[in-house]
């Protein structure tokens, strides 16, 4: 059964930075792809940064240049370094990870990130 937790949310002041976490288990991130997305309240889930399972990265344009997704294969987690947040960058944060072999993907339970002004 594959779980995914996410962990590093909080309450930080605008241009402050967190480090969010995504642990896996019963599957790996590794040769997967995994994504980080965000929903705040009255918004649909949208797409934050994403990497392959070839390491290749994308983000969104609203987080370009402050945002870095990276993978830990050895620990098997992914992290999201949020840096020069705004306050619309409050929401919860979810990882997802598509299993390449089986098509599937899976989501943690989410993270609280508040960005106060």
């Known amino acids: 059964q594959v779980q995914l937790v996410e962990s590093g949310g909080g309450l930080v002041q605008a241009g402050g930075s967190l480090r969010l976490s995504c642990a896996a288990s019963?599957?790996?991130?590794?040769?997967?792809?995994v994504g980080w997305y965000r929903q705040a309240p009255g918004k649909q889930r949208e797409l934050v940064a994403g990497i392959s399972s070839f390491d290749t990265t994308n983000y969104a344009d609203s987080v370009k240049g402050r945002f870095t997704i990276s993978r830990d294969n050895a620990k098997n987690t992914v992290y999201l370094q949020m840096n020069s947040l705004k306050p619309e960058d409050t929401a919860v944060y979810y990882c997802?990870?598509?299993?390449?072999?089986?098509?599937?993907?899976?989501w943690g339970q989410g993270t609280q990130v508040t960005v106060s002004s």
């Open positions: 019963g599957s790996t991130f590794r040769f997967n792809a």
């Open positions: 997802k990870l598509n299993v390449r072999t089986t098509g599937y993907d899976y």
